[in-house]
């Protein structure tokens, strides 16, 4: 349990913290990368064990994670022909042919930084707050970041841990934060193009709207049940398509695992759908209705 680990640990906290907090703020802690990973994993875990009492430690760990969780993914163009590009690059190829590479290593930092910084707000709670101005638009900003699948599930995640952590400051903060939130998630619902990303997204509307509650209002609830609208006529389609393929001369074993994959995606997303209304009728009761019956 996390409470025993947490009593054993006390034991002997203050002096690996010490440890730790030396070796961050050392120069090798500063300029060996390697290093540095190992560090910020390490820091993540200690925060799971303490909890809030990792409130210390946050003015030290932070700021690497944030340069990390900020770093713009290395990018370059290669010319068509060029066959011999190392395995740190991961290379996509255009309509037009244009080839260009993304640095790998750059792009797994910044997703296990975002990570991270998803593990703080959760196990340090309301004492997350002080970070909450360069954390938050930093979250809301990357739900669309194209380049890498595990950023933005960390970002959507992020969500509801943030409006967690201001909540204990009034409704008014409450609702302020949540009217920068939902606009850009429903939105990127809308427009997410992987399925498993796209269940992260559902899982962190419902968890918002079980947390402001009323901060529901009538503009959100429409825009939410429109998204919940169009998403299950998509997953009508795609399960229509399902059975269409099925169908086809081409139709074989290995097909029918790619489908049924797809299926039991499908199947995760309307899961997640209806966990979305759920919430939200157990909020807002009869209040719902009139959204529902559109």
């Not at 760990?61 to 993914?73: D, Q």
């Not at 498993?196 to 947390?211: N, P, Y």
């Amino acid at each position: 349990r996390s409470s025993d680990l947490k009593e054993k640990f006390f034991e002997d906290a203050s002096d690996v913290m010490d440890l730790l907090m030396k070796t961050q703020t050392s120069d090798a802690g500063k300029q060996d990368d390697v290093l540095a990973s190992y560090l910020i994993q390490a820091w993540a875990r200690m925060c799971k064990i303490l909890g809030k009492d990792f409130l210390p430690y946050l003015p030290v760990v932070m700021p690497p994670i944030l340069a990390a969780a900020k770093v713009e993914p290395e990018v370059a163009v290669f010319d068509e022909d060029e066959n011999d590009v190392n395995n740190e690059w991961e290379c996509i190829t255009l309509a037009d042919q244009t080839k260009f590479g993304i640095k790998t290593a750059s792009l797994e930092d910044k997703s296990t930084a975002f990570q991270l910084l998803v593990c703080y707000a959760r196990d340090v709670g309301e004492e997350f707050v002080s970070y909450l101005d360069e954390v938050a638009p930093l979250m809301v900003n990357h739900l669309k970041f194209i380049l890498h699948e595990g950023v933005r599930t960390a970002a959507a995640d992020s969500l509801p841990y943030l409006l967690t952590c201001v909540k204990s400051k009034g409704p008014v903060f409450l609702q302020q934060l949540w009217a920068t939130f939902w606009p850009k998630l429903i939105e990127c619902m809308r427009t997410e193009p992987d399925k498993d990303v796209l269940v992260s997204f559902f899982q962190s509307l419902c968890a918002c709207v079980e947390i402001v509650e009323d901060g529901v209002d009538g503009e959100v609830m429409g825009a939410i049940t429109r998204i919940l609208h169009d998403r299950l006529q998509e997953h009508f389609k795609s399960e229509n398509d399902i059975k269409e393929k099925r169908k086809d001369e081409d139709y074989d074993e290995g097909v029918e695992e790619d489908l049924a994959m797809e299926g039991e995606t499908n199947e995760l997303v309307l899961n997640q759908v209806s966990d979305v209304l759920h919430a939200l009728f157990k909020i807002h009761r009869e209040g719902v209705l009139p959204y529902f019956n559109q």
